[in-house]
């Protein structure tokens, strides 16, 4: 099964609100079955970005799952919701890289062009911040996210983001969901899918 499969398949299984198929449409029409997840480090690759999405979901079931996370710290989320933080957290990289060509040096020593990913930003209203944005124009009234959620894929870089760290650290105190998806982020960026893949 690919990543988008398998993507579509989690995504048509647990997620069931209103808009949801209006939204998975808009991903299909989008680059976002075929996009990088970044421009070199993990998944700078056609089709990371829906790879780390995937990887993101199943590091986040697994984190929830331990009972120390249930037990002691009570953190229990509906499948619904899991599914819609981890698989939709990196929205906001929708239509977000090109392709350049720049030149390197071959084996051989000769000049030659080759293909790299950069920055072409045509929405540029942050980060996590973004994705929630884009997710809202599919999920509202009844169906839109709970605070809890827009928080958790708000701040799903934890500290690696630029914005405050005291505020970083009271929103991930105040919403443990934001907590285990930036884990489950950084086990998927770090662990599974590197720089050199």
Same mark, same amino acid.
Do not use: Q
């Given at each position: ?46 089709? @990371?970005?829906? +790879?780390? !999405? *995937? ?9 929830? =799952? /331990?009972?120390?996370?249930? $037990? ?53 209203? @942050?980060?996590? +911040?973004? !994705? *929630? ?9 009844? =169906? /839109?996210?709970?605070?809890? $959620? ?48």
């Amino acid at each position: 099964m690919t990543a988008k499969e398998e993507f579509i398949s989690i995504y048509n299984e647990n997620i069931k609100r209103e808009g949801a198929d209006k939204l998975l449409e808009y991903l299909k029409k989008s680059d976002f079955f075929t996009a990088p997840s970044s421009t070199r480090y993990h998944g700078s690759y056609e089709g @990371g970005l829906v +790879e780390h !999405s *995937v990887n993101v979901y199943h590091c986040l079931k697994d984190y929830l =799952s /331990r009972p120390r996370v249930r $037990e002691k710290y009570g953190m229990e989320y509906s499948d619904e919701t899991i599914a819609i933080v981890a698989l939709l957290h990196d929205l906001c990289k929708i239509n977000f890289y090109t392709v350049e060509y720049r030149n390197r040096k071959n084996d051989d020593g000769v000049w030659e062009k080759y293909p790299c990913y950069t920055i072409n930003d045509t929405l540029p209203y @942050g980060h996590g +911040e973004k !994705s *929630v944005y884009i997710i809202s124009g599919f999920f509202y009234g009844d =169906s /839109r996210l709970s605070r809890e $959620e827009a928080f958790a894929i708000r701040y799903h870089m934890g500290f690696s983001g630029t914005e405050d760290k005291n505020i970083i650290g009271k929103a991930l105190e105040m919403y443990p969901l934001a907590f285990a998806l930036s884990v489950a982020d950084m086990e998927a960026s770090y662990f599974l899918e590197g720089s050199t893949k």
